[in-house]
């Protein structure tokens, strides 16, 4: 069976980003190149302050590279405006962090819709739509609760599940087990790991965890802002 569009979500050629420091300007990426393709789980590795971060905002168009090209389903970055960039992240482009970041006046369901009113679902489905997320992610019993009233491992599902929410063509993980105990962790896993599986979600993951790497379809390793030796497919 022929799948639908391109065969790469991503393709970074030539990345470089530099940030100026004072009067310096200092590298954190420094000519990556990096496909990847529909349905992958891509772990990217590396010690701290190698660009893996840098790495994942550019591809999540949150920021430009200095020089290269991303395109996202075949779509070049370069020259899109401001609002189709946010178009682009809000739709085509879910995101999860190390630390969460929910709202926390809001309930698991309600953090969940926030992608969905953006983009102007209406009201009913948005709520049909996170109550179905939340029981993917094993937390429908705990739809009205705060972030306050979760676990770490509760919130980081319910994070997972917003980054779902329109039905993106690629999740960008940023250590999400690194705020984690090793048990939580593991359970986060099998959840990406079952998603990623089961529905062909695309995910690159940021990450010092060598669980995920080991479960991972790829390993791509980075040092000093540039690809180091990433593993064959």
Same mark, same amino acid.
């Given at each position: 069976?022929?799948?639908?569009?391109?065969?790469?979500?991503?393709?970074?050629?030539?990345?470089?980003?530099?940030y100026l420091l004072g009067a310096t300007a200092v590298g954190a990426l420094r000519g990556v190149d990096l496909t990847v393709r529909r349905g992958e789980f891509v772990a990217l590795m590396g010690p701290s302050g190698?660009?893996?971060?840098?790495?994942?905002?550019?591809?999540?168009?949150?920021? %430009? +590279?200095?020089?290269? *090209?991303?395109?996202?389903?075949? #779509?070049?970055? $370069?020259?899109?405006?401001?609002?189709?960039? =946010?178009?682009?992240?809000?739709?085509?482009?879910?995101?999860?962090?190390?630390?969460?970041?929910? %709202? +926390?006046?809001?309930? *698991?369901?309600?953090?969940?819709? #926030?992608?969905? $009113?953006?983009?102007?679902?209406?009201?009913? =489905?948005?709520?049909?739509?996170?109550?179905?997320?939340?029981?993917?992610?094993?937390?429908?019993?705990?739809?009205?609760?705060?972030?306050?009233?979760?676990?770490?491992?509760?919130? $980081?599902?319910?994070?997972?599940?917003?980054?779902?929410?329109?039905?993106?063509?690629?999740?960008?993980?940023?250590?999400?087990?690194?705020?984690?105990?090793?048990?939580?962790?593991?359970?986060?896993?099998?959840?990406?790991?079952?998603?990623?599986?089961?529905?062909?979600?695309?995910?690159?993951?940021?990450?010092?965890?060598?669980?995920?790497?080991?479960?991972?379809?790829?390993?791509?390793?980075?040092?000093?802002?540039?690809?180091?030796?990433?593993?064959?497919?």
């Amino acid at each position: 069976m022929q799948t639908k569009g391109p065969a790469l979500t991503v393709e970074a050629t030539n990345i470089h980003k530099s940030y100026l420091l004072g009067a310096t300007a200092v590298g954190a990426l420094r000519g990556v190149d990096l496909t990847v393709r529909r349905g992958e789980f891509v772990a990217l590795m590396g010690p701290s302050g190698c660009g893996k971060t840098t790495l994942l905002n550019v591809i999540g168009a949150i920021d %430009l +590279p200095s020089r290269g *090209a991303v395109k996202i389903e075949g #779509v070049d970055l $370069q020259g899109l405006s401001d609002d189709c960039l =946010a178009d682009l992240r809000r739709d085509r482009i879910g995101m999860v962090f190390q630390f969460y970041n929910l %709202l +926390p006046t809001l309930t *698991a369901r309600e953090n969940v819709e #926030v992608p969905m $009113q953006f983009k102007g679902v209406r009201a009913a =489905a948005r709520r049909s739509r996170a109550l179905e997320l939340l029981e993917r992610v094993g937390l429908k019993d705990r739809a009205h609760h705060k972030p306050s009233e979760l676990s770490g491992g509760e919130q $980081q599902r319910v994070s997972i599940a917003r980054a779902l929410a329109n039905e993106p063509a690629l999740v960008l993980l940023d250590e999400p087990t690194g705020d984690l105990d090793s048990t939580t962790s593991t359970e986060v896993i099998a959840l990406l790991r079952d998603l990623n599986q089961r529905e062909q979600v695309t995910m690159v993951i940021a990450t010092h965890d060598r669980s995920i790497a080991e479960q991972s379809s790829r390993v791509v390793r980075l040092r000093d802002g540039k690809v180091e030796a990433p593993a064959a497919s």
